[in-house]
């Protein structure tokens, strides 16, 4: 058991660029969550996935942010023309099948400046 | 909806001393209550868990925490803190009607005297 993994762990990008990050969840867990965290502030949901199923996505900031688990195992978090305010850390976490009384494992995190 | 409250953003204590973290959640059923610690640069790592049960649930690192559902606190506790325990501390809650996410309160900021 390796932990989540993120990569990349640091990008820096100019405003209106694309940019994906992606997470190599605990191997034998089924669903993976992405989350944002902003300087002083706790993690905020963005989507979750229970194998290649995206369940829910509600939470997406916007249109320009998207994600994907096309094989049921890493996914990747886009955002699409980046603005300043996307500045942040993006978080991953994974589970086990039995919801939320398997606890979540949060990886190190991708943090994004956009210049 | 769920939320969380940290009242406290932080808290110094001297090493060797007993700690407390206040969390107090909002939710209309039977919550999932977590408590994550996070240091500097570190991803989040998972100190403890409650979702049914005996209420005061044991953690690692020596942590414990008490769900107390008249207060609707989860508060989480160390008998005797270490100067390695500066961190952040994020106390959240679950939601099982909610595609399993998980709220977050802001956070306390522990800080070790010694």
């Known amino acids: 058991d390796t932990g989540v993994s993120q990569n990349p762990r640091h990008k820096i990008t100019k405003r209106g660029q694309n940019v994906t990050f992606r997470c190599d969840p605990i191997s034998e867990h089924n669903r993976l969550y992405w989350y944002r965290q902003t300087l002083g502030q706790g993690p905020e949901f963005l989507t979750y996935f229970q194998n290649e199923a995206q369940l829910e996505k509600s939470r997406l900031l916007s249109d320009r942010f998207s994600a994907e688990r096309p094989k049921g195992s890493f996914s990747t978090l886009e955002i699409q023309r980046t603005e300043q305010g996307d500045s942040a850390m993006y978080l991953c976490a994974s589970s086990g099948q039995w919801g939320l009384k398997d606890a979540q494992y949060f990886g190190p995190g991708t943090r994004l400046t956009v210049l | 909806a769920q939320s969380v409250t940290q009242p406290d953003i932080h808290i110094t204590v001297s090493e060797g001393a007993s700690l407390e973290l206040r969390c107090n959640y909002s939710?209309?059923?039977?919550?999932?209550l977590f408590w994550y610690v996070q240091s500097p640069g570190q991803g989040l790592q998972l100190l403890l868990k409650y979702f049914s049960g005996d209420t005061l649930v044991q953690g690692i690192k020596g942590f414990e925490a008490e769900f107390k559902r008249s207060q609707s606190s989860f508060n989480l506790r160390k008998p005797s803190v270490h100067w390695s325990d500066a961190a952040e501390y994020f106390c959240?809650?679950?939601?099982?009607?909610?595609?399993?996410?998980?709220?977050f309160g802001g956070g306390t900021r522990l800080m070790v005297k010694p």
């Open positions: 939710y209309g059923a039977t919550p999932y």
């Open positions: 959240a809650v679950g939601a099982s009607d909610a595609g399993n996410m998980l709220t």
